[in-house]
């Protein structure tokens, strides 16, 4: 089991800049990937970004891509996405993911993902 918890969520005008984090705990000595995902009320949950167990493989949607980044640090067993130039639709909640990989591949659907977060909130104002 790996248990996963996001922070870094928060209220931030348009074009300013979060860093949400995704900390896991539990059975992290085995290679797992990492994804990002995205809901808002009423929608489906949307893929955000991908990183592989040794970070070198890294995916985004087109909507984020250049503007978003994916990080991870296996040390401290934590996950990272850079948000720069927030826009508005970037309002929405945001959950991390984790499932056991060792082929290197990155999955975009969230059904590929065994263990999820809370979830953190991000708003973003005009």
């Known amino acids: 089991q790996v248990q996963l918890v996001e922070s870094g969520g928060g209220l931030m005008q348009a074009g300013g800049s979060l860093r949400l984090s995704c900390a896991a705990s539990?059975?992290?000595?085995?290679?797992?990937?990492m994804g990002w995902f995205r809901q808002v009320p009423g929608k489906e949950r949307e893929f955000v970004a991908a990183?592989?167990?040794?970070?070198?493989?890294?995916a985004y949607a087109e909507s984020v891509k250049g503007r978003f980044t994916v990080s991870r640090d296996n040390v401290k067993n934590t996950g990272y996405l850079q948000m720069n130039r927030l826009k508005l639709e970037d309002t929405a909640v945001y959950y991390c993911?984790?499932?056991?990989?060792?082929?290197?591949?990155?999955?975009?659907?969230?059904?590929?993902?065994?263990?999820w977060g809370q979830g953190t909130q991000v708003t973003v104002s005009s």
């Open positions: 993911a984790a499932d056991r990989d060792t082929s290197g591949l990155l999955r975009r659907s969230a059904s590929s993902y065994d263990y």
């Open positions: 539990g059975r992290t000595f085995s290679p797992y990937r």
């Open positions: 990183i592989s167990w040794g970070g070198i493989s890294t």
